[in-house]
């Protein structure tokens, strides 16, 4: 008997240091880039019926850096780039609300993801959250579903000690973990 996990059925996806170039307080959509083997990922992510939902914090919103109109440019940008058609995330969440001030979805809440896995009848066992921050692997594992970090040299990733306390395993790009989840090529 394998001891791997199922393939997943669902995967939230960070948006900054996971997906594209983590530029601090991106406003214009000119500004995105996506990072190396994240177009195969998707790709992939797709081709084995995974459902992709995209789960950012964005406080320059709050903080009066950009607005939620040039947060939304930044994600056509995003899509055009994948080349995957406009309908590539399943969900999108983004929190604009700055660290200090209330808010229901700002990772670590794994308010998103709970209300997308009832919404779409998704599996926890199934589901993933990616990304790079603690904030990322927190609000997976309070939402009960694994929880990966991308890190592109996990021997100097600032949140080390976090990750091992969290008992998250850290991968080089969002490509890596796709082969290690075992998603195989369409």
């Not at 939230?12 to 177009?39: C, K, Q």
């Not at 790709?43 to 040039?70: E, K, M, V």
């Not at 970090?149 to 990733?157: E, G, K, L, Q």
């Amino acid at each position: 008997m394998s001891s791997r996990p199922p393939p997943p059925r669902a995967v939230f996806l960070d948006r900054d240091g996971t997906l594209i170039e983590n530029r601090h307080y991106l406003a214009s959509p000119e500004g995105v880039a996506l990072l190396p083997g994240v177009r195969e990922a998707v790709c992939r992510l797709r081709a084995a019926g995974c459902r992709l939902f995209l789960f950012t914090n964005q406080s320059g919103i709050g903080r009066g850096y950009f607005t939620l109109a040039d947060v939304e440019a930044q994600h056509r940008r995003l899509v055009d780039l994948l080349g995957l058609g406009p309908d590539v995330f399943t969900g999108i969440c983004v929190a604009p609300e700055r660290p200090d001030e209330p808010s229901l979805y700002r990772k670590p809440s794994p308010r998103f993801i709970h209300e997308m896995l009832a919404a779409h009848s998704l599996p926890p066992g199934a589901a993933w959250m990616v990304g790079d921050s603690p904030a990322d692997w927190e609000a997976g594992l309070a939402a009960g579903i694994g929880a990966a970090a991308i890190v592109a040299d996990p021997a100097t990733d600032p949140h080390r000690e976090r990750r091992g306390e969290l008992g998250v395993a850290a991968y080089a790009s969002l490509l890596d973990w796709v082969e290690a989840a075992g998603v195989t090529r369409g």
